[in-house]
């Protein structure tokens, strides 16, 4: 005997199934509605499952039945199928009971009450950006609670609201504040593959071209020669002088040489997260330079539980502002906004890029609202614009 089951729209439908796999023989053993699944059932339509069976033997009215056999006698020990459809039966009751539980949760769940295609549409969509769901519920609850009906059901006032919220969970620093007649010492610091040098080159060259800024260079990342090529070529272009330190005494004769300057940039190598020690000695290196400002250079490239790891592994450094780069090679930009959620660090910087000075913005909240909400984000362009980047 062979039992299916069958599901579609209408059992106009779930019939044909049965008919074009089963045969005309079929017998209909049960037709129920299904009711939808998911987060969002209440926008989708019951459905028919009809269960049917092929192969059984309908014993006609007139006939007498024959008798039993010994052979045919039900033995003493259960028979093996039965144990079977009896745990296929406990099976089906606890699926039930699954699915009772979850349309209770979703009666309850004021996110799908008296929702619309529309917010479903933004929600799927931040989720789709690696926004992490909690976060993506808070959004869209406190967008939904700021609109009437009407505006439920259009789905650019949706985006809107949610982006309005998305921005207030943004907390952006602005640009490096110079103060008149005072130097500042800016550090950053990441993990290795960051961008921290080129990164670095961007701030340089944006300051001593178009702000007009005496800059000088210190880079302690002596492990990678092609870091420190990098950043004298980089140098000798914006005619700004490099410094290169191997120790803590090192850092402290630059520092005074280059007293003159406006701004100092101080780069420093990667350090794997999970190598204590190379963090600890960064950490002392931090302490003995003493900058204004740490900002920690974070990829857009790297998953967030890594990115989380990385924050929490140089918490002993004191770190002020993130930088995020590599946004051009990222289709979930979702995934800055958990970080900056989560942390309450303050963002200073984005890169999108490796053009140097052009590929760097200040970031601006309003600007990654948009971007991870789903409207375009567009970088700004052309050197006209390059002291609005930094100022």
Known sequence: MKIKKYEAPTIEEALAQVKADLGRDAVILNTKKVPPK?????FKKERVEITAALGINLMNH???????SKSQEPSSTPFPRYEEKIGMLKSEIDEVKSLVKTIAHQLSDPL???????????YNHLLSNRVDEVIARKILLSAKKKLNKEELQDINKIRGKAGEEITNLIKTSGPLHLPKGKQKVVALVGPTGGGKTTTIAKLAAQYSLFKDKKVALITADTYRIAAVEQLKTYAEIIDAPVEIIFTDEEAKEALDKHSDKDLIFIDTAGRSPHNEDQVDELAKLMEYCSPNEIHLVLSMTTKFSDLMTTIDRFSNIPVNKLIFTKLDETTTPGTMLNVLAKTKKQLSYITMGQNVPEDIEVAESE????MIVGEQFEPTEGSSEETSRVS
């Open 38 to 42: 998911g987060l969002f059932s209440f």
């Open 62 to 68: 007139n006939d007498k039945p024959k008798p039993i």
């Open 112 to 122: 799908l009450q008296n929702t619309s295609e529309g917010l479903t549409e933004i």
């Open 367 to 370: 600007k990654i609202s948009k």
